[in-house]
């Protein structure tokens, strides 16, 4: 199966012609079809179907670039392999919605043969149509709890926004939009209860000026009892409700769920207000506040052999598909930069020494912004095979295949621009606190080199951008640490500046004497309020609860010990010129999560925490005064595990991270 870097686009500008592949062209595209034919109104779905052909007997990839008007293209589905039927090979169907604005679209089909390097290129004009025209109107979605909400043209240099409420429920904003002369403004309004009535209006802002436009009522649809291609909405059960100190203003808690249990929104009493609905295994990492949801979600990469968590995709609010790339691609940008990643994997029946591939997409993508420009950072499993002996292996066994991550930059049109790899930095005699290992019955990674299994050596699972230093915080869930990396927003070697957790740089001020005051196996490790706040760790607490940590003793016995066997929600200042670490909150949540998890203040002051397995528990902290301890003002539980969950005024405020 071949793979190759997926080219940058910059510079390719618009042609409003159809552009074939030259004679000589190993590579000819013989069909590019939409699934309705223009002009069609904002916001409608369009199906693109390629077909192609290719001389040599290569795997032929394609790339879908769209561009408005005149403008330059922008990379929407990145070179991803097709499929061949008799000498043909279709392109994955390239969905495309958009509700920019209207006017002409020229959709780009880039079809390559990475091994012969040969191209073709065809491109078409489509024409999308306003849905307001003197007055705003509400339009219905896929999703019933999210309306499209389009209004008349305001004039350049003013911005607006949507608003929309229900009874007496706080009115809630969209984000602000730059207006074009001319070209309708167009939002999705998500985060609202099935089969209610809203109201919802425009405001233009001109200066410090604020108009408001006249409202338009609409009413929600019904929530589906069952979801289509197996995935399910979760279930809750509140069992300590909201009240007078709970903070009410992050009224909503976004559940990014796990399995096939899909991302869902709330609101404090555990009713449904937004669901993701389509894509097998979707695993959501950060809610943007640009209206948007980075997901890993699986499918067709140019491993066919596993298409678990293959695909990063930025999702809107109403579920279309913003932008893609996948594991292959990705692949063959590393290695096009020098990393020493195979691509493509050739695995053969002994894999030697040295060989590494790319595994799978998991865990963290967030996004960031340097001087305007912005950038989105991604974890990727890979595996690497090393000599026997290795990490205790047998001297005299077979080779050790270790799985470890990359953390990899991608700028506005996800391409690779710089990566770190725990496999060059971090030293490899330094096992798994431990000794945890992955295989393919587990619940765990598929693995390419080895079929039996390979250590599950750092299993990284947050990437944090510290603004004010142009560094990144990684936690190494397996190591028990958080490292600390120059990244020095890109110029940065990619070494590892610190580590903190146990037996780290860093000491631990213990000022209440807890037996074991370092989280171990944590998650979600953020410094809150873009830096302002204190450093957030979901302490899940594995090596705390196992029966002999680092051989210190036990502190819990996870079959039926004593009551400090949970995990611990913590808040910690860091004194990066003392190397101290001093608990601002260790608060144990009275659950034993051995997976996932996440952590943040709220806007009053408060924690809010989930514990991710074996259910999701999402649970609210009132700080006790001048202790480490505090009191669960809020307690909801799912019936399924959930990844992360965060507390938030709406979808269009998520926290600042």
Known sequence: MSRKTGLLISGLFAMLVLANAPLYATVSILSMTPSVPSPQPLGTQVTWTVTATDTNSNNLTFQFNVASGTGPYSMAKDFNVGTETSGVWTAQSFVWTTIAGEGSY????????FVSGQTATQTAVYTLTAHADKKAVISKTANPLVALFSAPACKTGSSMRAAFYTGSNPITYTGWSPCNTGISMNFYLAGMYASTTYMAYAQVQTGTKIVN?????????KAPK??????????????????????????????????????????????????????????????????????????????????????????????????????????????????????????????????????????EAMRYSIDGAEYTAVLAHAEKIYAPGTQGSSPTGPNVDILSEYVIVLNSQFQVVWYYSSYQQLDISRTAVLGETCSASSNCQVNLLLAKSAYDWTHANTIYYVASEGDFLVSLRDQDWIVKVNYDNGAGAGNILWTMGNLSDFTFNNIDNDPWPWFSHQHDTVYQNNGAGPLTVFDNGNTRVSAAPL??????????????????????????ATMEVTPVLSVSLGVYASAEGSGETLFD?????????????????????????????????????????????????????
């Not at 020229?106 to 043969?113: E, L, M, P, R, S």
């Not at 436009?213 to 649809?221: A, P, W």
Request: hydrophobic share 35%.
């Open 213 to 221: 436009s006249g409202s338009v009522t609409f009413t929600t649809g």
């Open 605 to 657: 002051g408060n924690y809010f925490f989930q514990a991710g397995e074996p259910d999701g528990v999402g649970i609210e902290i009132l700080p006790t005064p001048d202790t480490l301890t505090g009191t669960q003002v809020l307690n909801i539980t799912t019936n399924g595990s959930s990844y992360r969950a965060w507390q938030m005024p709406n979808l269009y405020n998520p926290p600042l991270q």
């Open 106 to 113: 020229t959709i780009q089909v880039i079809a390559k043969d």
């Open 551 to 576: 051989g210190l003793g036990s502190n819990c016995d996870p079959s039926g010990g004593p009551d400090d066997c949970y995990s611990r929600g913590m808040a910690l200042t860091v004194d990066e």
């Open 226 to 363: 069952t979801l289509s291609g197996g995935n399910v909405l979760p279930k809750f059960t509140v069992k300590t409700p909201a009240g007078s100190q709970t903070d009410t203003t992050d009224s909503m808690i976004f559940w990014t769920s796990d399995d096939n249990v899909v991302p869902t929104a709330t609101d404090l009493a555990a009713n449904l207000m937004w669901y993701y609905p389509d894509g097998k295994a979707t695993l959501a990492t950060r809610v943007l506040p640009s209206a948007t949801v980075l997901t890993f979600q699986t499918g067709l990469s140019w491993n066919s052999a596993d298409q678990e968590l293959q695909l990063l995709r930025e999702i809107d609010f109403a579920g279309n598909i913003v932008r893609e790339t996948n594991v292959g691609v990705l692949a063959y940008q590393l290695a096009a930069m020098g990393a020493p990643i195979s691509a493509p994997c050739v695995v053969p029946a002994k894999p030697p020494v040295g060989l590494s591939c790319l595994n799978d997409l998991d865990h």
